[in-house]
């Protein structure tokens, strides 16, 4: 920044100096041009003055001169044919002896005309005693601010003065030459002023900018700092959500595996029940010894075939809970996904006299994660019972329609009242949740969402009149 | 215009200013007085010394051509030229101020001449 306050003051150190030597030079040409025209006035007066001593000279004896007053009169009338509006007066004297007065000769004047031998007493005296002495001639300004000025002839003959011609001479030309120089000395100092105004405001305006821009720079580096630290903290936003995906994943599967030891200990209860009450009979059969081989093999068998179906169970929750791969995706059975996720929650659909309605009008096998689905149709299917049971519905329901039309449509939906309109639009939110904090973790219709999504589908809600319908839309893929 | 007639306004004063204190001195020394009385219808005051008088027989001179038998000092050429009896004049003679005495005349009413103005004396 210093450097540009040292360029401006160097600047205008240098128009100030150019501005004076502009001044100086213009000041020089106009004395010059002032000495040049006046010079050539007197060229023209020195002219004048030769012309007239010469005609006077050939034509007229000095003495004739002196003592004829016709001869004056002639003389007159020849001095006034050079007079104009440039001559005043043209006038011819000769020096009195010992007197500081000179004697008029000859006039040539209309107005204010000398006599013929008056006596007539110079201004200047000094300069008329030069020209006495030196019989030279000479010129000067009849005061400072006049225009007008004297010249003086002498008419030289033997060293001596025979008489002097003085012409009363205008130097206007000087003048207006000088009064214009002046004007556009005006001018020139006017626009001079302009420019270097001009060039001040400019060089602020200059100075100010390379402020501005200074700080724009200044502002771009960090603006370009803070785009560099923006892509870390999105990164790091990314990663924490990312985390927090993974958290929410982590717990909606807890919470599945929390709905499936359920599910699991209320499948297991009524073999459970079975087996014990087998174990049961085989000891009172014991006890009363009433135990023979038959029993002991029926029992067996039918406690083997309950261990089945309870391993059996256990498989198939083992199975339902598996988290599907990329690799997973397969072509199955809309239908066999659906029976699958209806075997697991069928027992609790039956404890509460639910009535299950099943529409199966496409069944066909689609290329899909089938646990994955099986894990968005139990959510489904349980929030249906969790309402029905929560509105304590009477003749509850719970309907599911596969068809295709374009695209392949599950609908699940329920008379169980279904959603406020208020909280409709928040259902898919994650952490939202209807029910209380022990039977609803809020990410269960979250996750649903996201699996159908990944499935490339769509999960939606709509009331209608009886209750909540939800509706998975699968677009049909190709599983080569 | 108006600058015009200052400057013109100021030349003339600055004129009869210079006229004024040739005619206080010319006068004082003539008459050899510190007060003369000047009898003049041109001026209506000219110096502390010249006094103006309204009458020929109060004045020790008359300035400009009066009816008046005391010694005249003129302001014109062509006056003094006509007036013999005149003891000096001054005038403008092509813008420049011409003084003249006459010396007879000026003995005749014994008026003093110093050497300061014997060169105008004719």
Known sequence: MKKIYYLFLILMLLLVSLSFIEIKSFNKTKQNIKKDILNELLLNVNSISKNISNYINKTYSLYDLKSNINTKNKVDSYLNSFLGHNYKN?????PKKNSKFFTVLADGSNKDKFDFKETFEPLQKDKWQKLLTQKHQIYFKQNIKNIWMTYLYPVVANKKILYIIVIDFSTKPV????NN?????????????????????????????YKRQKKMSYLIEELKQLNDTLEEKIQEEVEKNRQKDKQLILQSRLALMGELLSMIAHQWRQPLNTIGSVVSNLKLDIMFGE??????????????????????????????YREDTTNDFKDVSIEKILNDTIDIILPSIHNNNVQLIKNIRYNKSIYIMP?????????????????????????????????????????VRDNAGGIPDEILDKIFD???STKDAKNGTGIGLYMSKMIIEKLNGTLYVKNTKEGALFTIELREQNGN | MKYILIIFIGIQLFASNSETELFNKLFTILFQKNSVNIYTKKYSFLSNNLKIVNSCKKADLVLGELNCSKPKFLLNYYHFKK???????????KGRPQLKLRKQILQKYNLFISKNFEDYLE
């Open chain 1, 291 to 320: 135990l023979d081989e038959k029993k002991i093999q029926d029992s067996i068998t039918k406690i083997e075939n309950l261990i089945l179906h309870l391993s059996h169970t256990i498989d198939d929750f083992s199975n339902f």
């Open chain 1, 175 to 178: 003048t207006l030459v000088n």
């Open chain 1, 181 to 209: 120089l002046n004007i556009f000395k005006k001018n020139v100092i006017f626009f001079g002023g302009l420019i270097f105004i001009a060039i001040i405001v400019l060089m602020i305006f200059f100075i100010y900018d």
């Open chain 2, 83 to 93: 007036n013999k009896n005149a003891i000096g004049a001054f005038y403008w003679r």
């Open chain 1, 371 to 411: 646990n994955r689905l099986k894990q968005v149709l139990l959510n489904l299917l349980k929030n249906s019972l969790d309402a029905i049971k929560e509105q304590k519905i009477k003749n509850p329901f719970i309907q599911i329609d596969i068809y295709k039309n374009q695209n392949i449509f599950i609908e």
């Open chain 1, 430 to 432: 994650p952490y939202f």
């Open chain 1, 90 to 94: 043209l006038f011819i004297v000769y």
